[in-house]
């Protein structure tokens, strides 16, 4: 709730970049294997996040209140969020792979 992801450079044990956000963050999904990372935050936004740069490349707006979870399609061409504003949304993730 800090309003900060850190990914972490495993191999040396130390923060790799720290990724800011304007509220706070409730819960992630990775995007498959791939290097994108996706954040749920308190604002209602979702952020995919470049994990080896450390850089927000897409932003998903919708919904008026926190993200409580998020879920990747089995073909992993879809995010879905589920919200405390009560509503679920569905996002194309396909240009993330």
Same mark, same amino acid.
């Given at each position: 709730?800090?309003?900060?992801?850190?990914?972490?450079?495993?191999?040396?044990?130390?923060?790799? +970049? @720290?990724? &800011?956000?304007?509220?706070?963050?409730?819960?992630?999904?990775?995007?498959?294997? =791939?290097? +994108?990372?996706?954040?749920?935050?308190?604002?209602?936004?979702?952020? @995919?996040? &470049?994990?080896?740069?450390?850089?927000?490349?897409?932003?998903?707006?919708?919904?008026?209140?926190? @993200?409580? =979870?998020? %879920?990747? %399609? %089995?073909?992993?061409?879809?995010?879905? =969020?589920? =919200?405390?504003?009560?509503?679920?949304?569905? +996002?194309? @993730? %396909? &240009?993330?792979?």
């Amino acid at each position: 709730m800090d309003r900060n992801l850190t990914i972490w450079d495993v191999q040396n044990s130390s923060p790799r +970049f @720290i990724c &800011n956000h304007e509220e706070g963050v409730t819960c992630l999904a990775w995007l498959g294997a =791939s290097k +994108f990372l996706a954040t749920g935050c308190c604002d209602g936004r979702i952020c @995919i996040w &470049n994990c080896l740069s450390g850089e927000c490349v897409e932003t998903f707006k919708g919904h008026e209140h926190a @993200i409580q =979870s998020l %879920s990747v %399609s %089995s073909n992993l061409e879809f995010l879905v =969020s589920v =919200s405390m504003d009560g509503t679920a949304r569905v +996002f194309e @993730i %396909s &240009n993330f792979h």
